[in-house]
């Protein structure tokens, strides 16, 4: 299908900037800094002793530039280095050619770990670099630290010919285009259309109503795709406001309170309404009830694609349609037969010669009669003039584009897969416009026929049938997971940071036509770490999402419990939650933090992955259940009974002692620092030996791994495998298709991930014969450990010739306010004695001690076994094996 592209131009949308215009480049670094993560992974105060991946950098770069100690890459010598402006550029530039060595806490001595990307500038520009630059100058002692303001002159922008030339500009053709983004002057969960005659407007679930209205420009989307996304997206090129913030026809319940959610879904970047509804004494399911209504969602018209959006007020359901006509008039018309009266409140600022057509309107108060049926319609005319002309400049493209599959291809570290696996990577599609677009895959599902859907962070949803792309859904907000409701990928549930959204096809065109509104009953301010990941769906056909904490903001507006950086803003930030079968939400559980993996493994069992940082010693997998507290204390200000942030009982000592404990730990910097989903080998052996084993992989890092859990005693534990590393970008979303290869879905954008792309999509597969040789999972045991090999021993190996090859350290985290833990108590375990099984698959380490006394519960057990090439008289795909334990309990 093609639709011809009308462009808006306006007569100031290319005015060049003025050659003199500056700006602080102090500030912008500092903008820069938070907004490409660098804050998570670097202290930058005096007195924080936070563990952090990086180095601590107040301090670092001083007027009279200092000497620092750095490693070399794969190197065991040291050098001393001066901490200048060119270091710090090569450290962003190419942040693995040195490595700082840590000059203070537990790890002092040490290099720390090249898990840095390496920012091209395409993705931080040499004039941000600048500006980060000076503002890391002002982080020192007085008198040695920089200005606190250095004026730089703003980059010229290059020349542009035609708004296809604008980076991250929404374009609007014949047809209306309907997008969800953090716009101010509107909540999060607001829906933006832009209409072919140059018109826009928002249509706003807080207030179930139409909010903004301007001309020109539609949307850009800049802030939104770059590093971790900022809040407040502004309006497309040449944008002309003539209403803005106030709704324009805003329901009234029965009681005749005005509709209005700005209890769960505040205007974008309101923080004084964040900290007003934070500190609000009434329950959340309290503040729900006052607001007998609901979106419910919206369709579109399968020619123009305009919304008819969809919403309830007491026993009241309508459907609502929007016009503005190029002379500056809307047009609202109401659809629905009301049960009982149905009012509404007419804003009519910035407008005149307001009418109604059907109903009565009476002082500012139209008023819908009950059992009136037809369409009722609202029209009012704004100030301001008319529109620009228009012209047309390209044709809009849905025609199906072929995927493209490149062997081999992968991030800038080398590839290491076991013996028998491949990898290629998939190109991903271009837009409507031929152009190309930040294109993250985050969640991936493959519905019974073959199709796979992919749902994006910020490209929308995508289908791939007989190998070729075609767009499903477009202007969705982040959305981090799908899941496939029918054979054919034609009915998806995705996790959209605003809400659980059901897409359909209904009329079989290939395009999503009906947005369904599942769940939107928690708290989303519009920050950006609000993150919903999911969802899974159990037997019994309920769905799970879990909810970000958010990051940024006072403790009054953010609470985060003591903690450096994530808070809960309210209304369920921290927790997992349920939507049942039959459409009811319930919280699940709490405590979380960035819970950014969840899954429900081949017998029913829901996991979740968690991300380390406060409260949270080093990621973990853990079961997730329902009731239980998970460790984070921010979200427990939703728990009931009146709960506010000084609430004296969400106290730590009151909960430390509650924490469901993971299943396993993911030692922070050598095996993840940001998990994402699992997904389990359910190919009955087309993905080799690992049947029924759990594969996930790190956002940092870019590696995947095998997690194999066990019960002893009732308590959960299990062994981590490193599985394959260097891939492209950060590894979130792995997904099984139908051949046994698994999909891996991955984005690096706004923290930065090892392989050095800011997104991926690649294949892994089995050559169906190869069984590497590798550690296929371990048990505890009475004595120590239990290994299990995919293949036998070879028989010139015996128990002494593999003594002096196995090395096992231990140590615990803890589970504090301050970001992550330390490794405490590392030791080396000695071991004692090794046995080898008869056939030669598995062998038992007896540790000197084991089991004796409450020192060896709780524990992290690295395991290593060197020299592993002859070991099983096959090449094996490492020079050594090693996998990680977490110890709960002893057989």
Not at 55 to 62: A, D, E, K, R, V
Not at 168 to 184: C, D, G, K, Q, S
Not at 194 to 223: C, H, K, Q
Not at 553 to 569: D, E, F, H, I, L
Request: glycine share 12%.
């Amino acid at each position: 299908m093609k639709t011809r592209l009308i462009l808006s131009f306006l007569a100031t949308a290319y005015l060049p900037l003025s050659a003199q215009e500056e700006f602080n480049a102090v500030e912008k670094g500092k903008t820069v800094f938070s907004t490409m993560g660098c804050i998570e992974c670097h202290v930058v105060a005096k007195d924080d002793n936070s563990l952090k991946t990086g180095p601590s950098l107040y301090g670092l770069f001083t007027t009279t530039p200092r000497k620092r100690e750095v490693g070399l890459t794969g190197k065991a010598e040291r050098q001393t280095v001066t901490a200048d402006k060119p270091y710090f550029i090569n450290s962003v530039r190419k942040s693995w050619d040195v490595l700082a060595v840590a000059e203070q806490g537990p790890t002092k001595g040490r290099a720390y770990l090249p898990v840095m990307p390496m920012y091209t500038s395409e993705i931080i520009s040499d004039q941000d670099l600048e500006s980060m630059w000076h503002y890391l100058r002002t982080l020192a002692d007085p008198g040695t630290s920089g200005p606190a303001t250095v004026m730089l002159k703003k980059q010229k922008p290059a020349a542009v010919k035609s708004m296809l030339e604008i980076p991250n500009e929404v374009l609007i053709t014949t047809r209306a285009r309907v997008f969800r983004a953090p716009l101010r002057g509107s909540s999060g969960r607001a829906l933006h259309v832009g209409l072919p005659n140059g018109m826009n407007y928002t249509f706003d679930p807080r207030l179930l109503s139409v909010r903004n209205i301007w001309a020109g420009g539609f949307l850009n989307l800049s802030e939104e795709r770059k590093g971790r996304g900022r809040p407040g997206s502004p309006r497309g090129k040449g944008a002309r406001v003539f209403v803005e913030g106030g709704a324009i026809l805003q329901p009234l319940q029965a009681s005749g309170k005005a509709v209005d959610f700005e209890f769960k879904e505040p205007d974008v970047m309101d923080h004084p309404a964040i900290e007003k509804w934070l500190w609000e004494k009434r329950d959340f399911p309290q503040l729900q009830a006052s607001m007998d209504a609901e979106f419910l969602g919206h369709s579109l018209d399968s020619e123009s694609s305009n919304p008819l959006f969809r919403f309830r007020v007491g026993k009241n359901t309508f459907s609502q349609s929007v016009t503005v006509t190029d002379d500056g008039r809307i047009e609202i018309v109401i659809l629905g037969k009301p049960i009982h009266p149905q009012k509404f409140k007419v804003n009519a600022k910035n407008l005149s010669d307001v009418k109604v057509n059907g109903g009565i309107l009476d002082n500012g108060v139209w008023t819908i009669p009950a059992d009136n049926t037809g369409a009722h319609t609202f029209s009012a005319r704004m100030s301001g003039g008319l529109v620009a002309r228009q012209r047309i400049e390209r044709e809009e493209n849905w025609t199906a584009q072929p995927l493209t599959r490149n062997p081999g291809k992968a991030g800038r570290q080398p590839l290491e897969l076991p013996a028998g696996y491949s990898m290629e990577s998939w190109e991903s599609p271009k837009d409507l416009y031929g152009r190309g677009q930040l294109f993250e895959p985050t969640g991936i599902g493959v519905a019974k026929d073959g199709t796979i859907v992919v749902a994006t962070r910020t490209a929308g949803v995508w289908r791939i049938r007989n190998n070729k792309w075609t767009l499903f859904a477009e202007g969705t907000y982040e959305c981090l997971g799908v899941w496939i409701e029918d054979d054919k990928g034609e009915s998806v549930v995705v996790m959209q940071k605003p809400e659980l959204t059901r897409m359909t096809d209904t009329n079989g065109d290939g395009r999503a036509d009906r947005f369904e509104t599942v769940c939107d009953d928690y708290g989303f301010h519009g920050n950006y770490h609000e993150y919903a990941h999911g969802p899974v769906r159990d037997a019994q056909g309920n769905y799970y999402f879990t909810l970000n904490l958010s990051h940024g903001g006072s403790p009054r507006v953010s609470w985060r419990a003591g903690g450096p950086y994530m808070g809960s803003m309210g209304g369920y930030r921290g927790w997992a939650c349920r939507v049942t079968a039959d459409g009811k939400f319930e919280p699940y559980a709490n405590g979380l933090r960035s819970p950014a993996g969840l899954g429900i493994d081949p017998q029913g069992r829901l996991w979740y992955a968690e991300n380390q940082g406060e409260y949270v010693g080093s990621s973990k997998v853990v079961p997730l259940e329902q009731g239980k507290f998970y460790g984070h204390l921010s979200g427990l200000v939703s728990l009931p009974g009146n709960m506010t942030p000084d609430s004296p009982e969400l106290k730590f000592d009151n909960w430390k002692e509650r924490i469901r404990k993971g299943a396993v730990w993911l030692p922070h910097g050598k095996l993840a620092n940001s998990p994402g989903h699992p997904a389990w080998d359910i190919t009955a052996g087309k993905f080799g030996a690992y049947r029924d084993q759990m594969f996930i992989g790190d956002q940092t890092l870019s590696t995947l791994l095998r997690v194999v859990t066990e019960k002893v005693k009732g308590l959960d534990q299990g062994c981590v495998i490193p599985f394959a590393r260097g891939l492209s970008s950060g590894v979130m979303r792995p997904a099984f298709l139908p051949d046994g290869s698994m999909l891996i879905g991955q984005t690096g954008r706004g923290w930065g991930a090892r392989g050095g792309n800011q997104a991926g999509l690649q294949r892994i597969f089995w050559d169906g014969k190869t069984i590497a040789a590798d550690i296929k999972s371990v048990s505890g045991d009475s004595k120590g450990f239990e290994l299990n090999f995919t293949q036998p021993l070879d028989q010139a190996i015996t128990p002494e010739t593999l003594s002096g090859r196995l090395k096992v350290q231990s140590w615990f985290y803890t589970n504090t306010g301050r970001y992550g833990s330390p490794e405490h108590d590392r030791r080396n375990e000695a071991v004692m004695t090794t046995s080898i099984s008869s056939d030669r698959r598995s062998i038992k380490l007896n540790i000197n001690g084991f089991g004796q006394g409450e020192k060896w519960i709780d524990r992290i057990y690295r395991i290593e076994i060197s020299d592993a090439d002859n070991l099983f008289g096959t090449a094996t795909s490492w020079k050594r094996l090693e996998a990680y334990f977490t110890l709960r309990a002893i057989q």
